[in-house]
């Protein structure tokens, strides 16, 4: 029998427990994260049970909507983006807890007439003073909002008070450090839930599973058999209508030092003693901590940036990014990048880490591939070119589950082998389909679980460890020189050459 941790129920991943009364106050409440996410997700909590009736929403946000604009807005919202109202009475029932309150963020009145609001709210509606304050808007905001819900006493219970960030925290290390203070001069660690909706995606949380809950892998996972992993999340779409927020962020910030970091200290990190929020947590810090980029002084070999040109996607021709709306025709600023980390540890030592994401791929994708080391002798001659090492692959999305590719022998007289594939997939195996991840993020948050949100410690070292790549790309360049590749294709000649200098390929999708 195995160890059994005491009280089991203290863990993270954990479930089927239901909130405290409370209520929630989405500041950027006419924005889309609110309509198409946050709103759909607690209605599908509502549709689930898993709300207390008392549980209220306010929506603050500057344009002076009424309570029943803000929830027929609501509504429309669910309408559109999720599977609907279902049951009238229900819906009823809900909007009765929708609440709006015109405000400004960095004015103190507002913040004043919102917790007269809210007080209000907890003699009507039972929420017994318990807050969850979600920060749905730009980074700019992050700052003046959280100080004056400091300064106007809403954050200073740390059991009653919570305070959920969006991304991006920080645009790098210096900027996330003082949004860091900014958020520790109000409250305490324990009331803070930094956002990474990957975190909440079904797939990613069964990383943790699949690792510490299963025997077989753990002997393998490491530098005798590991020769190197591919982290790859790549999209589709372009940069749609977000050029104003994306030709300050790109590639880079948007996505790898967040969501590919996530992916990447999961699969690195070391057991966890137990399946708490810290503990975890304290895992994913020191795998960070032993993480540096492969090659900080010569940039070139350990990342590489690029940018989508016109091309064609399903068909139809698509503009190139610099003739995207809102884009600087001399814009510089990546759609793609490709980063090789190092760990500095007992595990990985020597084990190359390649993270790679863009926009306008030929497929939405997100995968972990583990690449191990090829058999130290090949005595089937005769199939000398066909033997491939083996991989393992987590899909995180689409097409959710796990692979094992492995090398067999092909029926027939002649000894020739072909790889074939072990499959596990979520869809045939559970027969249901993965909640969305704000769902599971609020929910979490609720009920005070921090378990999949980032800490002040850890979104610093991750910004830690893209700051000498942010600081060669944040120079002035001429934009001829960012590599370009096009829409709709794999990557450019450099970004092939970037894997092929080291003898590896990536991996074709
Ligand atoms: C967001 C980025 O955080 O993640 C977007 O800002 C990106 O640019 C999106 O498209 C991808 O999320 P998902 O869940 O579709 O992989």
Not at 8 to 23: A, D, N, S, Y
Not at 149 to 165: E, F, N, T, Y
Not at 435 to 446: E, I, V
Not at 461 to 470: D, G, I, Q, S
Request: aromatic content about 10%; some cysteine.
């Amino acid at each position: 029998m195995p160890a059994l941790l005491e009280n089991p129920l203290r863990v993270g991943l954990r479930q089927e427990r239901t909130p405290e009364p409370l209520i929630i106050v989405i500041f950027g409440a006419s924005g889309d994260l609110t309509q198409r996410k946050l709103v759909p997700a607690l209605y599908q909590m509502k549709k689930e049970r898993r709300l207390p009736p008392e549980v209220t929403i306010v929506g603050v946000a500057r344009r002076p909507w009424s309570h029943d604009f803000f929830r027929e807005h609501s509504r429309q919202g669910i309408e559109e983006f999720s599977d609907g109202i279902g049951n009238e009475e229900l819906w009823q029932d809900f909007a009765e807890g929708l609440f709006y309150c015109a405000g400004n963020m960095d004015e103190s009145a507002s913040y004043q007439k919102l917790k007269a609001f809210l007080e209000e709210l907890d003699g009507k509606r039972g929420t017994r003073g318990n807050r969850v304050f979600y920060l749905a808007v730009g980074p700019k905001f992050f700052p003046p909002a959280i100080k004056e819900l400091g300064a106007a006493g809403m954050l200073s219970d740390p059991i009653k008070h919570r305070l959920v960030i969006e991304k991006p925290f920080g645009k790098d290390l210096n900027s996330a450090q003082t949004l860091n203070r900014v958020v520790q001069n109000v409250c305490k660690e324990e009331q803070v839930y930094r956002i990474d909706h990957y975190l909440g995606k079904e797939t990613v949380q069964n990383l943790l599973v699949f690792r510490f809950a299963n025997t077989i892998f753990e002997p393998l996972w490491n530098r005798h058999y590991v020769d190197h992993v591919q982290i790859t999340v790549a999209e589709t779409v372009g940069v749609e209508d977000r050029a104003g927020y994306y030709e300050t962020s790109g590639a880079l910030r948007d996505m790898l030092q967040n969501h590919l970091m996530q992916l990447f200290s999961l699969t690195a990190m070391e057991a966890p003693n137990a399946l708490n929020a810290d503990s975890i947590r304290n895992e994913k810090v020191k795998v960070l901590q032993a993480t540096r980029l492969a090659d900080p002084h010569n940039l070139e070999y350990a990342a590489i940036r690029g940018q989508y040109k016109a091309g064609w996607m399903k068909g139809n021709p698509v503009a190139g990014y610099r003739n995207e709306p809102g884009v600087n025709p001399n814009s510089t600023t990546p759609t793609y990048v490709a980063m090789k980390f190092m760990v500095d540890n007992w595990r990985w030592q020597g084990v190359p880490f390649y993270l790679r994401t863009g926009k306008r791929l030929p497929k939405k994708v997100t995968e972990i591939a583990i690449q191990f080391r090829e058999v130290p002798l090949l005595i089937f001659q005769s199939a000398a070119q066909q033997a491939n090492p083996n991989v393992l692959v987590l899909r995180i999305q689409p097409n959710e589950g796990i692979s094992l590719r492995f090398e067999a022998k092909m029926p027939g007289a002649d000894l020739r082998t072909r790889s074939v594939d072990m499959d596990f997939s979520y869809g045939s195996s559970f027969g249901m389909a993965t909640a969305d991840a704000y769902h599971r993020l609020l929910l979490d948050c609720m009920l005070g679980d921090q378990t999949l949100f980032t800490r002040a410690d850890e979104v610093e070292e991750a910004w830690r460890v893209v700051t000498p790549a942010l600081a060669a790309w944040d120079a002035p360049v001429d934009p001829a020189s960012i590599p370009q590749y096009e829409a709709g294709a794999w990557e450019s000649t450099e970004m092939e050459f970037f894997l092929n200098r080291d003898g590896r390929r990536w991996r074709r999708l």
